[in-house]
């Protein structure tokens, strides 16, 4: 069964450990093969599915939907001397990458790359089951809904503005002692004052 998660992944060749991160939030949480969240997110992504659908030219072009989550797929129990330094089976291999998004008629979707650590154009899209990312989403793999565009802009000003008022107290302070220790005499010293002394 596809959408079925497999029950003890460990030493065969499908991913058994799910790195998941939340966009928006940057929460990651990992899942490992047997969690509940871990079957569900099997199923939304299918990792073993290779097809691909037809998509918008805008999204092949990188204008997609706001990405929800990024899932990272691993396999442990890999590696070990003499390709690392650690006892073998202690690494995990990076299988692929899975990206999870609404489209505007609320269908969900997933953008996958089979081999991230490969630079090439291989990218795969299909859609989801969206029962099983609202799931998901409410307990609260995912990014939740976007905040209003002025609170997100309000956000980023309040950020900004406090910034700068630390900015100028740390400048103004900074610039009021060099000042005060210059009026004093007390600047840097424009030669070392040790005496040598010949033993």
């Known amino acids: 069964m596809v959408g079925a998660a497999p029950a003890g992944a460990v030493g065969k060749d499908i991913p058994d450990l799910a790195l998941v991160v939340a966009n928006g939030t940057g929460r990651t949480t990992t899942l490992r093969s047997g969690d509940r969240d871990f079957a569900l997110l099997w199923q939304l992504t299918s990792p073993a599915e290779t097809r691909t659908e ?3 030219d805008a999204w092949t072009r990188g204008r997609y939907p706001r990405v929800r989550a990024t899932v990272v797929w691993g396999l442990t129990g890999i590696g070990g001397w003499p390709y690392t330094r650690r ?4 690494d995990v291999a990076v299988e692929r990458q899975d990206q999870v998004f609404l489209a505007a008629d609320g269908t969900a979707w ?3 790359d089979p ?3 490969v630079s090439d ?3 795969r899209w299909r859609r989801a089951p969206r029962p099983v990312f609202d799931r998901l989403e409410r307990d609260g793999l995912f990014a939740g809904p976007l ?3 002025a609170g997100g802009l309000s956000d980023r000003l309040l950020w900004g503005a406090g910034g700068l008022v630390a900015g100028l107290a740390l400048a103004a302070g900074g610039a009021y002692a060099v000042r005060r220790a210059a009026a004093r005499g007390q600047g840097l010293p424009r030669e070392p004052r040790q005496e040598l002394i010949d033993l």
């Open 110 to 112: 997933v953008r996958s």
């Open 147 to 149: 905040p209003s565009a």
């Open 87 to 90: 006892a073998p089976g202690g």
């Open 115 to 117: 081999a991230p650590d």
């Open 54 to 56: 037809p998509v918008p």
């Open 121 to 123: 154009d291989d990218v």
